[in-house]
């Protein structure tokens, strides 16, 4: 391709060189530099590739993106003056956005060639990212998905390192979703994407809103909850229809600079303002073959759900997902069916149910997912609550105290066990949960291993029990030592239920 025709969408200036030029690729990182790509330089918090210009032109690359005049990286490189003379230098106020927008030019504007969805929030967003994928995949439809899990094509999943990946990531997963005839994109769109500008260029055909609450405030992610808002806000911004929670208490600041056409939902509450979508009459259901919520859906829509995942919260987010669904035109009856027997892995995943317990695996690895978990698992009235939790190593102690003290108050029996140890002894770490625990003066018992202890939680099931199995979800590692070693929540839960031989087992999978 030629240069010229990469830069339709770019705001730059041209330092030197020719636009005329041949390009095969855009790289961000030094190490892939090789000839006929486009290097796009940009100042991190931790490392500005500016100063690996030397290196680029070394290694053959020709074409520079810059943030800042480069005269001295230029005259390290020790080119020869004819080959000096055949850099072309582009200047951009924000490098990042121009990776962007250059990644989506060179596979050729994929996203476009689907229907795209964007689902952001502070939680909820690989829930119903999920729920809407079971959705169009009960209907028929090819999708591709990209989030926390990683990304998915066709069924297979390639691991990535960030919800949002960078923006060359991302372009190229569309392609290859494209490619292989996905008909929709479905993604998680992280505060940090945006801010980071890697979504930058895309226009979603709709956007999803969950909610919003302080998180990822710190040095390296958000300087305040003013800053986080904002840049999740910016989705409704990139979308053509945009769909929000309109229970959550930012809703206001949300939308005030919203510019696509806004449709809301909410479970509904007397005396509240009405929403486009609404669900009400929502039943807690626990069964030896069932255990998830029944509500009913007006508004816009009308239909009654059966969702088997447990929740209110989780109501919340089939909501959003049938909304968009709805919009697509997808039939009602593909819809309920998908939602009943929807698993979403690591998620309030209900991994076996029948008359001798019910066992779930769940990603909560602080005290606000657990006191939220529990406080709604409390709601299904289980004959005991029990918990099988540890914590990570090397991390904050205040994280043990605290889902220590969670546990202690509000499951019946706590089961402490190890987690990501890492280089800590697992002794330790179970030592400080235990402290918070006494505390509350509840029931525990303390098992290091923790294959050892989710065995232990079922073989010693009381007929009505729920058993929460948290902390590492979706993880099928677990780290000790520096290493990490295959483990799957899962898969151990499966392994005893199997050897019960439990004939009474529900495969949800098998609806």
Not at 40 to 59: E, N, Q
Not at 273 to 286: G, I, L, M, P
Request: one cysteine or more; charged letters at 25%.
């Amino acid at each position: 391709m030629i240069l010229r025709t990469w830069l339709n969408e770019l705001d730059y200036e041209l330092v030197r060189g020719s636009l005329d030029v041949e390009v095969t690729e855009v790289v961000y990182d030094s190490r892939k530099a090789v000839p006929g790509a486009v290097f796009v330089c940009m100042a991190g918090t931790r490392v500005d590739s500016h100063r690996f210009v030397p290196d680029v032109l070394r290694a053959g690359v020709r074409v520079l993106v810059t943030e800042r005049d480069i005269e001295e990286e230029l005259a390290a490189s020790g080119l020869a003056e004819d080959e000096m003379g055949r850099v072309t230098i582009l200047k951009t106020a924000e490098a990042r956005r121009s990776l962007a927008l250059l990644s989506a030019a060179r596979f050729g504007y994929p996203a476009s060639k689907m229907i795209t969805i964007g689902v952001t929030g502070t939680k909820g967003k690989t829930t119903t990212t999920h729920m809407i994928k079971a959705i169009l995949e009960a209907a028929g439809k090819k999708v591709g998905m990209i989030g926390t899990t990683g990304t998915v094509i066709n069924g297979q999943v390639t691991p990535t390192m960030n919800t949002t990946p960078e923006s060359y990531e991302l372009h190229q997963s569309f392609a290859k979703m494209a490619e292989a005839g996905c008909q929709y994109m479905i993604m998680e769109v992280s505060s940090q994407g945006i801010k980071m500008h890697r979504v930058d260029g895309l226009a979603f055909d709709y956007g999803i809103f969950t909610n919003i609450s302080p998180d990822h405030i710190g040095p390296d992610e958000h300087a305040d909850f003013a800053e986080y808002l904002c840049c999740k806000s910016r989705l409704l911004s990139m979308c053509r229809i945009g769909l929000v929670n309109l229970n959550d208490g930012h809703f206001k600041e949300i939308v005030k600079d919203a510019s696509c056409r806004l449709y809301t939902y909410r479970v509904k509450e007397d005396g509240e303002t009405k929403a486009d979508f609404e669900a009400s009459n929502v039943r807690y259901v626990s069964r030896p073959d069932f255990v998830g919520t029944e509500f009913d859906v007006t508004g816009n829509l009308d239909m009654d759900v059966r969702l088997g995942i447990p929740g209110l919260f989780n109501v919340d987010n089939a909501l959003a997902a049938l909304c968009v669904c709805s919009f697509l035109g997808l039939p009602k009856d593909r819809i309920v069916h998908a939602l009943e027997h929807i698993r979403v892995n690591g998620r309030m995943e209900i991994v076996h149910t029948s008359s001798r317990c019910t066992v779930l695996v769940d990603y909560a690895h602080n005290a606000v997912s657990m006191e939220s978990l529990l406080t709604t698992l409390r709601q299904y009235h289980p004959r005991r609550l029990v918990v099988v939790f540890g914590c990570g190593g090397n991390r904050s102690k205040d994280r043990r105290y605290s889902m220590g003290e969670i546990g202690g108050r509000l499951a019946d029996l706590s089961i402490i066990t190890a987690d990501n140890s890492r280089y800590e002894k697992v002794e330790d770490i179970m030592a400080d949960i235990r402290g918070s625990i006494e505390k509350t003066g509840g029931d525990f018992v303390e098992i290091p291993d923790r294959r050892d202890a989710i065995r232990s939680s079922i073989l010693h099931a009381q007929p009505g029990d729920m058993i929460a199995v948290i902390g590492k979800g979706h993880e099928d590692y677990q780290e000790i030592n520096g290493v990490r070693h295959h483990f799957l929540d899962r898969e151990v839960i499966e392994e005893t239920i199997k050897e019960l031989g439990d004939e009474t087992q529900y495969d949800r999978n098998n609806g």
